[in-house]
């Protein structure tokens, strides 16, 4: 992945509550971000017509544009469209699919972004990340992060359980990524930022010891905070480092090795775990067990329809995803036989620890 872009570093504005589709026109009145009202709205094809009709009021003269695919060939074209006249910003309203689609389409001219998030599913709603299909395969783009963000919760409550539970997963496995980060400076002396680990840190912990339930205002609001201090930590060092180590190999060889099998957050949780586990951090091991399971979320490979050999695979071939990373899994570099021994040791650890 190249490195991230760091034209901006923090959103200008941050908004999680209720209604914020509607009252977007409030925020585009900031004269820091539409001095004229010239802005492009990007939409999906799902709840695009329902979003535009009730933002419209707001909007004014606002081009409307519709996205689908979350290509980067869809990207191109809207950047094709948005090059034939002048726009103050772009606001991407959608999940991570459009507002990924919105944010390379906008770098690519030079525009300010806003995103107006109406799920929850990943930390791309403030990262310098835009994740897009290429030519059959995903890919991670470095793009510039939003001059400001909107959560609607209204939305977000609406939507699949399953898509604010991945990001509960892709939350908190940022503290697992930053362990790995921690362990890299130590052991091989990698430059390390100490406020993109506080700020991806802090997000997660206070996921992580939330006592809400996912439907609750005030847990997702924590939820959203968190992956939004997720995205800020990554273009603060420009690096996905924060927010990236050991768990996300492991999902990106299970995305490798059995594509389909769960969501990214989903599988980023349960690698958080299984890497917190190789780490010996049995603290962090049962925290982070228990929240994963009250949330929900995947703690055993057979959660997500895996059998044990296929997970111990999947962590065999995870370092073969981003070899310039070192994680846990690099530094103990454990045989398939190692790992299977390690995963049955795991699987009793969880009994201790859920029951």
Known sequence: MP????????????EVRRGAVADLGVLLADRR????????VVVGPGQGEKIVELCRP?????????????SVDSANELGDKLRHRHYDAVVGIGGGKTIDTAKYAATRYGIPMVTVATSLANDGIA??????????????YG??????????????????????????GDAVSNLSACADWE???????????GLAVTLARTGAEALVNHPGKINDDAFLTTLAEALILGGISMSICGSSRPASGGDHEISHAIDHLYPGTGSHGEQAGLGALFCTFLRGDLERFGQL????????LATRPGDLGLTDEQFVEAVAFAPRTRPDRYTILEHLALPADDLRTRLGDYVDALRDQLG
Do not use: M, W, Y
Not at 289 to 296: D, N, P, V, Y
């Open 289 to 296: 067990a228990r929240c994963l399971h009250r949330h929900g």
């Open 127 to 140: 990262s310098p990340v835009a994740s897009l299909t290429h030519d059959g395969g995903k890919g991670s």
């Open 33 to 40: 971000i539409s001095g004229g009202g010239d802005v492009a």
């Open 143 to 168: 793009v510039h992060i939003p001059i400001a963000v909107l959560v609607d919760l209204d939305f977000v409550e609406n939507g699949p359980d399953r898509q604010t539970q991945a990001g509960i």
């Open 183 to 193: 362990l890299a400076h130590e052991v091989r002396n990698e430059p390390i930022d």
């Open 58 to 70: 707001s909007l004014g003269s606002a081009d409307v544009f519709t996205v689908a695919g979350g």
């Open 3 to 14: 490195l991230l872009a760091r034209t901006v570093t923090t959103p200008l504005s941050i």
